[in-house]
């Protein structure tokens, strides 16, 4: 019997959902929803699409396939640009992806229209972020290039951010891609349609602040629908939205008095992220962890607590990224 549980509600996923919509439509903002946090759960999917999301996002091409055979025939977009192996199952499993590389975009061509298919395509920009994109000098060209690939449909421009990455940047630098967008519009005489600012960790700003950068108008967001958090660090919540969508309980396997009480559990950094779980048991406090064991201070719980108790938590994003990947997890919905 697995002694590692995660329950999801996913009532409060459809909730998270709506919100998170009621939230961005003001605003003009599509949303994507993305499924990379809980590896592609068809249930999950479904609780998302229930919230009104129309598309659904996912980095691995796996996790498309899972929910395209457990009949969900939503758009998908693959959110992170595909590896060349990875051509042809972009084409037949996503309806739209980020790009980052001109080979790449040459081969889906190719494979689209060698497949008889239409692919469309949103051109990542590095703005100083560190991760995926062209420079942004480059994309005039770039863009030039994709529009005249057969098979591929350039729909417009994207930017990433790093998870710790402050406020006033996110807006510094989405005020950046959409004036590129315009830039190019202008001297190519063409229309972009999507400028896709970020993820979750800009959610911050239209949430508590109520600010948007005009022009931008579609955010992929995974995080504030899946656990009601923009950010893990922390964690901050969002007003109005559950926060115990995913409830992670664990058993005690030791018990024991040095000069504070400690429990051990039986899951550890090879099943979660044991830094981004959240006590919901009043009074303790996790200590550390190694591959298979985590230490808690049990020392100020009201409860008297026993091997084979167990402790529940909440979860950040990294910890449910690996939570619905490991075997060694029960998952059961509620």
């Known amino acids: 019997m697995p002694t590692v549980c995660l329950t999801i509600d996913l009532e409060k996923i ?30 999950v999917a479904r609780a998302i699409i229930a919230g009104g999301i129309k598309t659904l996002g996912d980095a691995r091409l796996d996790n498309i396939a899972r929910m395209r055979d457990a009949g969900i025939h939503e758009p998908m977009l693959l959110i992170r640009s595909p590896a060349p192996s990875e051509v042809a199952r972009c084409i ?51 863009c030039h290039e994709v529009r005249a690939m057969q098979g591929l449909t350039l729909e417009g421009l994207g930017i990433y951010f790093p998870y710790r990455s402050k406020d006033a940047f996110h807006m510094e630098a989405q005020e950046r891609l959409v004036a590129l967008t315009g830039e190019i519009e202008q001297e190519s005489g063409i229309t972009l349609s999507i400028v896709s600012g970020g993820s979750t960790n800009i959610f911050h700003s239209l949430t508590l602040e109520g600010k948007s950068i005009a022009g931008v108008n579609q955010l992929r967001i995974g995080t504030a629908i899946l656990l009601g958090i923009s ?104």
Do not use: W
Not at 17 to 42: E, N, S, W
Not at 106 to 124: P, W
């Open 231 to 334: 950010s893990s660090i922390g964690p901050r919540h969002i007003e109005g939205f559950y926060h115990d969508t995913f409830v992670l309980d664990a058993e005690l396997i030791e018990v024991k008095k040095r000069d504070r009480l400690l429990g051990i559990l039986s899951l550890g950094q090879l099943d979660t992220e044991p830094e981004y779980l959240f006590p919901i048991s009043p009074g303790v406090t996790v200590i550390s962890s190694s591959s298979d064991h985590t230490i808690v201070d049990l020392t100020d719980s009201p409860q008297s607590l026993h091997v084979g108790d167990c402790i529940s938590f909440r979860l950040g994003y990294f910890s449910l990224a690996r939570l619905t990947v490991s075997p060694y997890v029960k998952i059961e919905y509620c």
């Open 92 to 142: 037949d499993l996503a309806d739209i992806s980020l790009n980052s590389d001109l080979g790449v975009l040459n081969a889906l061509s190719q494979e689209a229209v060698s497949m008889g298919k239409h692919h469309r395509v949103i051109l990542m920009v590095d703005l100083d972020t560190g991760r995926e994109g062209f420079a942004p000098e480059a994309m005039p060209g770039v």
């Open 14 to 43: 459809t909730h998270n959902a709506r919100k998170t919509l009621a939230i961005c439509q003001p605003f003009g903002l599509d949303v994507i929803g993305v499924t990379k946090g809980v590896c592609g759960l068809p249930d």
